[in-house]
């Protein structure tokens, strides 16, 4: 069976907040101030952690990603859409830049 590629990005924006990212498509916002909590500190180095234990295989990271645009999300959208109403079991598909697969 084919692995599942999929992207995931993480971004701290610069007022302290934390946004998550699955195939380029914002699925969190977290603002640690709404639960009490001190802003990110983006001054000083961040550290991302893969977590392995649901059998990751493979991960890449890209350091100069961006964010998506509006246009971008909403062609992810449709692609999802396609790839679901019309399933292949042929051949996996190459891996993207910065894709992990598990």
């Not at 599942?4 to 640690?32: H, W």
Request: glycine share 10%; net charge negative.
């Amino acid at each position: 069976k084919p692995y599942k590629i999929f992207r995931i990005g993480v971004m701290a924006t610069l007022t302290g907040c934390m946004e998550v990212y699955l195939n380029r498509k914002q699925v969190l916002s977290f603002d640690p101030g709404l639960r009490g909590l001190e802003p990110i500190n983006t001054d000083e180095p961040l550290w991302a952690i893969i977590d392995c234990a649901g059998g990751l295989r493979k991960a890449t990271l890209i350091g100069d990603s961006v964010p998506p645009n509006g246009d971008e999300e909403e062609e992810e959208e449709e692609n999802y859409a396609d790839q679901a109403a019309n399933p292949t079991d042929d051949a996996p598909p190459a891996p993207a830049e910065g894709a992990a697969e598990g």
